[in-house]
């Protein structure tokens, strides 16, 4: 027998979107492991599959000790024995990570890891897994070898160093001459970065095995100056080894300064001295002992951030000795260079440029990635204008190693080939671009009130303050308890007294997240702070962030389905009682398969149509249709709806008897 109960399940929708599932945070992995870069028989350092690192160490008699990893500090905890263990750190990204421990304030390498050259010192590193990591893991296929050579150098007066990898015919083919890439390192690294962080051997022997790169000679030397290593002079010391009057690396550098100096970077000249190294020394002696095709067509020049400035300086200057160029995480090269550069167009075969997605989101405030101009349009730019460019983006890496090395495995595949090998990624960066509507969309994360990116709990990174028009910002007490939430930094800075909000984001369909607490002592009760705020045409009028977060000091997050059509996303806050204040914003594309998964998602109402009537209390432009969308979709999905602001407490909450 069917019983229609008509029993109103009152969904409280505090915003004009329905939330119709919710996605509870997975927990920590706890399957800890020994890092693949520790030392032999070494148990410490260890980390998790989410990128959780802890270690250990034996220091007796200190009071504090701290691994430092990814710039936070985490303690450790000190055992009977005398030995510190945990530190247990938030996820990091995937990939290779340096890192210290701290001991009474003395910075130390952990003697448990390997030792790896950055930050201008030895010092520790270690390795959380990556779901890619497969190309870059060693494998049982023919290998190459690194080989170690020594080169007097006139330029700097000093003896230098050099790593050269070999393909693995190399010594079994022996007539065979094969193409060099000159690949280049870090600031604060050298010649060793790119054999040991860099796994450069096991990617391209890999490739090699699969049949996606041909054969070639990587040449990895040190483009530091003054000793064998590199020890750099600081950066307001007397130049001992200016270039000389007409010297090419100089003419189309440093004086270039004033439009992004092709050989300057803040008015400090990197790549002359090693421009003269690379051209008059190095190219010169792997030539004379090695079997390379000694000619333009088959020389590439790349680098990663430093080494990227130093490869887009040189290269442009050098135009008859490169014809292939990479630039990681170190600028790009525009269409001026190209109209300034003689036979660009003829001379150079390919340009890659790539960045890890995080550098793209902080180069919206500056940050790393912010230099020399948009480098995804410069890109575009090149390939509108016929020159065969390439554009790649590590997903969910920042300015590290992870990204360097998925750089290097894109980059390879597109090399010294008559016909260029898409890769896989390429390949399906295409497909996914046919099948959403922002291909180019990334989530945008705007922390109100800060003005240095912060970094939540999952490790999503934050921009610090921006696209705001009017108001002011303000900090709250960090040691302010915020419920609701387990992120309560979110919610302790804000900006407020705004007019709007405002970003240039690509069209497409978005979920907009706005973050709001109302941490303001001022304000005591319900009502004493009202404001309306208008998103992308969707309407919210007299709203409280008291009444809404159910009183003071904690997160309430509205979420609004958005569509952006012009190129910009934009809020407008409009004053009632009080100033409008926000503490974030986040804005999360949408793609194609979850624009269409939602609206194939069957009605709530049809759904429990045999066991009981839905009714909602929903915001009051969903109830008279203001809000079209959100009409459209509390129609499909409920029986009955009421406007919440028509609702009296005692008709929802009768009293007793």
């Not at 936070?72 to 530190?87: E, F, H, I, N, S």
């Not at 400035?309 to 008859?320: V, Y």
């Not at 398969?593 to 759904?607: G, H």
């Not at 432009?621 to 005692?650: C, L, P, Y």
Request: net charge negative; hydrophobic share 35%; aromatic share 10%.
């Amino acid at each position: 027998m069917k019983r229609n109960l008509t029993i109103p399940m009152f969904l409280l929708i505090l915003s004009s979107s329905l939330s119709l599932a919710q996605t509870s945070q997975p927990a920590d992995a706890n399957d800890w492991k020994p890092s693949s870069l520790n030392q032999p028989g070494k148990q410490y350092p260890q980390v998790t599959s989410d990128g959780r690192v802890r270690t250990s160490i034996s220091a007796l008699q200190a009071q504090k000790v701290e691994l430092d990893i990814g710039a936070v500090r985490y303690p450790l905890t000190k055992g009977a024995d005398g030995v510190w263990t945990g530190g247990e750190s938030r996820p990091q990204d995937e990939g290779f990570h340096y890192y210290q421990i701290w001991i009474d304030g003395a910075a130390v390498p952990d003697p448990g890891s390997l030792y790896f050259y950055g930050a201008s010192r030895w010092g520790s590193g270690v390795e959380t897994p990556a779901k890619d990591q497969d190309f870059y893991a060693l494998k049982n296929v023919p290998h190459g070898q690194i080989r170690e050579n020594l080169f007097y150098s006139k330029v700097t007066n000093v003896t230098r160093r050099v790593f050269v990898y070999t393909p693995p015919d190399y010594d079994k083919n022996t007539t065979s001459r094969y193409p060099v890439l000159y690949l280049q390192h870090g600031g604060g690294e050298d010649e060793t970065g790119w054999p040991s962080q860099g796994k450069t051997n096991l990617i391209v022997d890999n490739l090699i095995a699969e049949g996606k790169t041909k054969p070639f000679i990587i040449v990895m030397a040190s483009s530091n100056v003054g000793d064998p290593r590199g020890g750099r002079r600081g950066m307001g010391a007397r130049r001992t080894d200016e270039a000389p009057a007409g010297d090419p690396n100089q003419a189309r550098g440093a004086r270039a300064g004033a439009r992004g100096g092709r050989g300057g970077f803040g008015g400090f000249d990197f790549a002359s001295t090693f421009g003269r190294i690379m051209t008059e020394e190095l190219i010169p002696f792997i030539d004379a002992n090695y079997r390379t095709l000694a000619d333009q067509p088959h020389r590439a020049m790349a680098g990663l951030s430093m080494g990227g400035m130093q490869t887009r300086s040189i290269t442009l200057a050098n135009l008859d000795k490169f014809s292939h160029i990479g630039i990681f995480s170190g600028g790009s090269i525009s269409q001026d260079d190209v109209n300034d550069t003689p036979g660009f167009k003829e001379k150079v075969k390919l340009v890659f440029v790539s960045y890890g997605s995080r550098e793209l989101e902080k180069r919206r405030s500056g940050g790393r990635g912010g230099f020399g101009g948009d480098p995804k349009a410069n890109t575009d730019a090149l390939k509108e204008a016929g020159i065969n460019t390439h554009f790649y983006v590590s997903p969910d890496t920042a300015h590290e190693w992870q990204s360097w090395r998925r750089s290097l495995h894109e980059f390879a595949q597109l090399l010294f080939q008559d016909q260029p090998i898409p890769s896989a990624s390429t390949l399906k960066t295409a497909e996914t671009s046919a099948a959403t509507s922002a291909p180019s969309a990334t989530t945008l994360r705007i922390k109100a009130g800060l003005f240095e990116p912060f970094t939540d709990s999952n490790g999503h990174v934050w921009l610090p303050d921006q696209g705001f028009e009017g108001g002011a910002t303000i900090d709250r007490d960090p040691s302010m308890v915020i419920e609701g939430t387990k992120d309560p930094a979110l919610f302790l800075s804000e900006h407020y007294a705004m007019d709007s909000f405002s970003c240039k984001i690509p069209n497409g369909k978005y979920i907009a997240k706005l973050y709001f607490a109302e941490t303001f002592e001022g304000i005591t009760g319900p009502g004493e702070r009202v404001f309306s705020y208008n998103v992308q045409g969707h309407e919210f009028k007299d709203f409280d962030i008291w009444e809404k977060a159910g009183g003071p000091n904690r997160a309430y997050i509205e979420t609004v389905p958005v569509e952006v059509t012009n190129g910009e996303f934009r809020i407008v806050f409009t004053i009632q009682i009080e100033n409008p204040v926000i503490n974030a914003i986040e804005i999360i594309p949408q793609t194609a398969d979850e624009t269409s998964a939602a609206a194939s998602a069957p009605a709530l109402k049809d759904v429990f149509k045999d066991h009981f009537l839905i009714g909602g209390a929903l915001n009051r432009n969903v109830v008279t249709g203001k809000d079209r969308n959100a009409a459209a979709i509390a129609e499909k999905h409920f029986s009955t709806a009421t406007a919440e602001n028509d609702m009296k407490w005692q008709l929802i909450h009768p009293r007793l008897n």
